[in-house]
């Protein structure tokens, strides 16, 4: 079983910068993909960003691009989220996914609060 452990979440100010990591376990491949998504109250779940892991293609979402940086370390089979300049209606539980064997992701991270402050 896939299980997905994110940490680094916490209070930051507008402008500054904060890394979530992902330590992923379980997987006898490494032909997926991994995501970040957040979700604000009240708001859906939108994706930020995600990365293929065994080729490391990285996809954003527009207003992400050029500030957030989507990574992965497979020695230590872990995932990485560097928020630079993060916006205070950035602020949600952001939780790591990964697929599984198609392009759906079935397996999700418990989820950590980012508070961004202005």
């Known amino acids: 079983q896939v299980q997905l452990v994110e940490s680094g979440g916490g209070l930051v100010q507008a402008g500054g910068s904060l890394s979530l990591s992902c330590a992923a376990s379980?997987?006898?491949?490494?032909?997926?993909?991994m995501a970040w998504f957040r979700q604000a109250p009240g708001k859906e779940r939108e994706l930020v960003a995600a990365i293929r892991w065994r080729y490391g293609n990285t996809y954003y979402a527009d207003s992400e691009k050029g500030r957030f940086t989507i990574s992965r370390d497979n020695a230590k089979n872990t995932g990485y989220l560097q928020m630079n300049s993060p916006k205070p209606e950035e602020t949600a539980v952001y939780y790591c996914?990964?697929?599984?064997?198609?392009?759906?992701?079935?397996?999700w991270g418990q989820g950590t609060q980012v508070t961004v402050s202005s």
């Open positions: 996914a990964a697929t599984g064997s198609s392009t759906v992701y079935d397996y």
């Open positions: 379980g997987r006898t491949s490494d032909d997926y993909a």
